[in-house]
């Protein structure tokens, strides 16, 4: 058994040992409750659909990624892309607008950002699985999602911060770069071999 599966047969066991043990007052203990074994079904599980991930992190194309995912819920293009128009516009998804809670924005947002261009999407989301694609295969291991912030260290993204948000006035926005930006990742439901793909990836106001 490798390392990174012993590490993760250690974590499930221990999570499995608090459960067993009840809650607060229970006189039942986990040696009563019978840690469970290496060999037991669910962990046999977590350990194979974390071997299926592979140890090469995917590499995702954001386009393609969103139309074979939109039914699972992907959306960087469509909410945060850098296609999308930044100045308040009657009838048409806005990255202004959604701080007013314009259509199709379902709530106003104090902070609200697209991505700067094509690459600097597709690169920084890249970036960030492949460094951290242990922790990701991990998650995904246990419980076939993940979620992650970062800042990039450099501007990845554009758009406007609510001005007004701390006050009593009507909402106000206000031109705003940032580099910080948040992912999720899942897998795809049913999938086997089991197949990541991106939720969401986009510039954010906080962390």
């Known amino acids: 058994m490798s390392e990174a599966q012993e590490t993760i047969a250690r974590v499930a066991r221990a999570g499995r040992r608090s459960a067993a043990a009840g809650p607060a007052g229970d006189s039942r203990s986990a040696t009563q409750a019978g840690p469970p074994h290496p060999d037991d079904a669910e962990l046999r599980v977590i350990m194979d659909r974390y071997d299926r991930l592979g140890d090469e992190p995917p590499r995702f194309n954001i386009a393609a990624n969103d139309a074979a995912h939109r039914g699972h ?3 960087t293009e469509e909410r945060h892309g850098p ?8 009838s048409v998804r806005t990255v202004e607008g959604r701080i007013y809670g314009d259509p199709p924005w379902d709530r ?4 609200s950002y697209r991505w700067s261009d094509p690459s600097t999407m597709s690169r920084t989301i890249n970036e960030y699985v492949r460094q951290n694609w242990e922790t990701i295969r991990h998650d995904l ?3 076939g999602r993940h979620r992650g912030g970062f800042d990039a260290g450099h501007r990845v993204g554009e758009g406007y911060v609510n ?3 701390f006050g009593a006035g009507p909402r106000v926005s206000q031109y705003a770069a940032t580099s910080l930006v948040k992912i999720r990742i899942q897998l795809v439901p049913g999938s086997d071999p089991p197949v990541p793909f991106v939720v969401t990836a986009f510039p954010a106001g906080l962390l």
């Open 83 to 90: 296609g999308v128009v930044m100045p308040r516009t009657p």
């Open 108 to 111: 106003p947002e104090n902070r």
């Open 141 to 143: 291991a246990f419980d």
């Open 73 to 75: 819920g992907a959306h």
């Open 163 to 165: 001005s007004g948000m």
